[in-house]
Nanobody, 118 residues
Framework: QVQLVESGGGLVQAGGSLRLSCAAS????????MKWYRQAPGKQRELVAG???????NYADSVKGRFTISRDNAKNTVYLQMNSLKPEDTAVYYC????????????WGQGTQVTVSS
């Protein structure tokens, strides 16, 4: 099992910044990717950004140039730096970890609310 603890959400004005953190613990071996998803009210959960164990990153088009995903392997933590926030970034943000052992398994954090006021 992998446990994920997220932090860093909150209320911010448009144009502001927030940094989300997600610390992984437990059976963290063979984690191949760490990702951030978000889900706004009435919408499907969408991938925001991901980073592989090798450091490759990918982003949703809507956040490119504004958000940066990074990881600290020593702390088993993934971060999402969010700049130039817009009201449409308002959502619950979820940390996701993909672990490959005998099978591929996804683990999810509890979610953290990000609210951007106009």
């Amino acid at each position: 099992q992998v446990q994920l603890v997220e932090s860093g959400g909150g209320l911010v004005q448009a144009g502001g910044s927030l940094r989300l953190s997600c610390a992984a613990s437990g059976n963290i071996f063979s984690i191949v990717a760490m990702k951030w998803y978000r889900q706004a009210p009435g919408k499907q959960r969408e991938l925001v950004a991901g980073i592989t164990s090798g450091g490759s990153t990918n982003y949703a088009d809507s956040v490119k140039g504004r958000f940066t995903i990074s990881r600290d392997n020593a702390k088993n933590t993934v971060y999402l730096q969010m700049n130039s926030l817009k009201p449409e970034d308002t959502a619950v943000y979820y940390c996701n970890v993909v672990r490959v052992a005998t099978m591929i398994v996804d683990y999810w954090g509890q979610g953290t609310q990000v609210t951007v006021s106009s």
